[in-house]
T-cell receptor, first 109, second 114 residues
């Protein structure tokens, strides 16, 4: 059974600092990995999708890496802003999507 | 383009009542999913469908039923509501189950059973 773990569970940083969010998974036989953002009381917004054959994916200030052999992905957010405050969820796709519990980020102005 | 639409957004049920959570997608996606999210937890898969007429159980199917008569619609039925079913429910869809495609989520239904 696929287990997805996200560390840390919560993170508070001053504005401008770079964010590093970690995701680990137990079964490396995945199709892809997806990072989502969830604002309080809202649905999930897809941020980045990394296919199993890729090592990283970038969108603006966001960069996600994938190391399938070690079962790890890292989401980097450069020059954080208060608007980046949200919960970030990692999900791996084998025959279904398995989610971590998320990292709740607070960026202090 | 509406994407994935869920109704209702909020609902309060009494123990033992029944209800249907509606989910519709307009992207012609074959795969559809129902997840629940409990506070501080990741999303857990309830049921999924790989196409019209085909459904299968996920991790936590007990107390729920689904049907998929069309590509667009994937309703989730709660027959006898219990307090343990208090949660936020998300519907999602994807074009296929394979590598190139991500998932699109609806905005969720917040259900409270009292």
């Amino acid at each position: 059974k696929q287990e997805v773990t996200q560390i840390p569970a919560a993170l508070s940083v001053p504005e401008g600092e770079n964010l590093v969010l970690n995701c680990s998974f137990t079964d490396s036989a995945i199709y892809n990995l997806q990072w989502f953002r969830q604002d309080p009381g809202k649905g999930l917004t897809s941020l980045l999708l990394i296919q199993s054959s890729q090592r990283e994916q970038t969108s603006g200030r966001l960069n996600a890496s994938l190391d399938k052999s070690s079962g790890r992905s890292t989401l980097y957010i450069a020059a954080s802003q208060p608007g980046d405050s949200a919960t970030y969820l990692c999900a791996v796709h084998d025959y279904k999507l398995s989610f971590g519990a998320g990292t709740t980020v607070t960026v202090r102005a | 383009n509406a994407g994935v639409t869920q109704t209702p957004k909020f609902r309060i049920l009494k123990i033992g009542q029944s209800m249907t959570l509606q989910c519709t997608q307009d992207m012609n996606h074959n795969y559809m999913y129902w997840y629940r999210q409990d506070p501080g937890m990741g999303l857990k898969l309830i049921y999924y469908s790989v196409g019209a007429g085909i459904t299968d159980k996920g991790e936590v199917p007990n107390g729920y039923n689904v049907s998929r008569s069309t590509t667009e619609d994937f309703p989730l039925r709660l027959e006898l509501a219990a307090p343990s079913q208090t949660s936020v429910y998300f519907c999602a869809s994807s074009a296929t189950g394979l590598a190139n495609y991500g998932y699109t989520f609806g905005s969720g239904t917040r259900l409270t059973v009292v």
